[in-house]
C-alpha cells in the first residue's frame, strides 16, 4: 500500500488545471468613421512599444477603487499575442483599410513617414465592483526621415459589456478601434495641412 503521501501527490497530479480562455480583437469590420481620402499615400509602422508589462500575453485589469497602482492579470485568461503586437497590427489594418499603403521599415525609402506608437496603458480598469471600461492610452509620433513631424497622445475609454476578462477584451478591442480611427483622421488632418 503506498503511503498517504504518495497517494495525495498522485491526486494532486491528476487534477486538470482550469482551461485558459485566449482573447484577440476579433474580425476587422468596418472603420469607426469614413475618410474622404487616404490620409497618406503610404507610411512606416513601426511594432508598438511600452511597459514590460505589455510584453506577454497576460492580460491585467486594475481595482482603482480599491487600489489604482497595483496591476492585476486573470488567472485564467489569456490574450493570444502580446498587447503590444495586437495593437500594431489593429493599426496597420486599419490604416491600410483607409487607403494607405502601410510598409515595414525594411521596404522602403527614406522618404515614407514612420509612425511610432508608444502604449502607456493597456488594462480593464475598475472604477467599482460593477463598472468598468477598457483603457488605451499611446503616444503617437509621425516622422519624416529623423524628424519629428508631430506628436500626439490618444486615450480611449470603452465601458465594458461585463465584468470579467470576456467584458475587458471587447471594451479593449473598442478602444483600440477607436483610438485607430483617432489616428487615421489625425494623419489625415497633418497631411491636408502639408499639402
Known sequence: ?????LLSL???ASEKAAPTTQ???GPLGPPASQVAQAPLAAIVVT???GSPA???ERMVYRLDYADPLQARTYANSRWTANPLLLVTQRLKSRLAQAGVKVLSATDTATTVPILRIEIDDFSHTFASTSASE????LRASLFNGHALADQRTFTRATPAPSADAAGGARALAASTDGAAADIVA???GFDNRKR
Request: net charge negative; with cysteine; aromatic share 16%.
Open 23 to 25: 482573447f484577440d480583437f
Open 186 to 188: 489625425w494623419l489625415a
Open 54 to 56: 505589455f510584453e506577454n
Open 47 to 49: 511594432d508598438a512599444t
Open 134 to 137: 477598457g483603457r488605451l492610452v
Open 1 to 5: 500500500m503506498a503511503p498517504p503521501l
Open 10 to 12: 498522485a491526486g494532486c
